[in-house]
């Protein structure tokens, strides 16, 4: 009954869901070749999951009449508006021609976050028990120098959002995105329980939004550059799959688009289908 009266008291929140999970599985659907028949030049699959889409758009966006009312609807229309956001940015393969500048505003406002990730990996050596501290910082040593770099032309690109600026950022995050994930299975095979969990959790914070960005570069990427960087992926995601806390990404995709944690973690499970399928 809880469940039925929330849909009540929350109905644009619950409407929200809805949609969001209508364009995730017509993402899934779509990846698997289920068109469900022809509609017009497409499908009905990618027909229902650009009407869902849109739809959230229209809903994000609507206003409320009363002053009182008016100060709600900014703070659910901003949450709002970030599900409409991660439902247009997450690569779904039904959309297409995402705002390279909206993808690249994105990743510049996870770069603090990033950096500030970095910055706990480079005090965690301290917790670690003696043995165990090399070994971690051996496994992290690279992460300030390619945090900073992809900082740097992630705002490069929003400056000038050209082919040789996309295919700098593509290379960068995938670079990182190797770097995380030979770390997490140089720092899984630590014995000390208490050191692999610290050294596992640091380094997840970092692949979390590694990965976000990642998600965001595909969905600007054509299919050969999709291809190209996934080629370059050598340790792949199935490797590290046994080292990630999914409700720990979860959390901090919520976090940083003021969203349910249920919501992320529909994102975070749809970003690591498309990146598994892409061949990452």
Not at 99 to 127: E, H, R, Y
């Amino acid at each position: 009954m809880t469940l039925i009266s929330n849909i009540w008291i929350h109905p644009k929140t619950s409407a929200a869901g809805l949609l969001i999970a209508i364009v995730s599985i017509a993402g899934s659907l779509s990846q698997q070749g289920v068109t469900l028949g022809s509609a017009g030049t497409g499908t009905v699959v990618t027909l229902v999951g650009a009407i869902a889409t849109a739809l959230l758009g229209l809903l994000a966006q609507d206003p409320l009449s009363t002053t009182v009312a008016a100060t709600s609807a900014v703070v659910t229309s901003a949450k709002l508006g970030a599900w409409a956001l991660i439902a247009l940015l997450i690569q779904v393969p039904f959309m297409s021609g995402c705002s390279g500048v909206t993808v690249a505003q994105d990743i510049v406002n996870w770069t603090p976050t990033l950096q500030g990730a970095v910055a706990t990996v480079d005090t965690t050596a301290a917790l670690l028990a003696p043995a165990d501290a090399p070994i971690f910082a051996v496994a992290t040593v690279g992460f300030d120098a390619a945090s900073n770099l992809l900082a740097a032309q992630a705002k490069a690109y929003l400056a000038n959002p050209g082919a040789g600026a996309l295919a700098q950022l593509q290379t960068q995050v995938v670079t990182f995105q190797q770097q995380v994930n030979a770390a997490l299975l140089t720092v899984g095979k630590i014995v000390d329980p208490a050191s692999q969990q610290h050294a596992l959790s640091a380094i997840q914070a970092v692949g979390t939004i590694i990965s976000a960005m990642l998600a965001l570069v595909q969905s600007i990427s054509s299919k050969t550059a999709v291809a190209g960087m996934a080629a370059r992926s050598s340790v792949k995601m199935a490797s590290v799959e046994q080292y990630i806390d999914v409700e720990m990404a979860a959390r901090m995709v919520a976090g940083h688009y003021g969203e349910p944690v249920g919501m992320a973690r529909i994102q975070v499970s749809q970003a690591e289908q498309n990146a598994v399928m892409a061949g990452f």
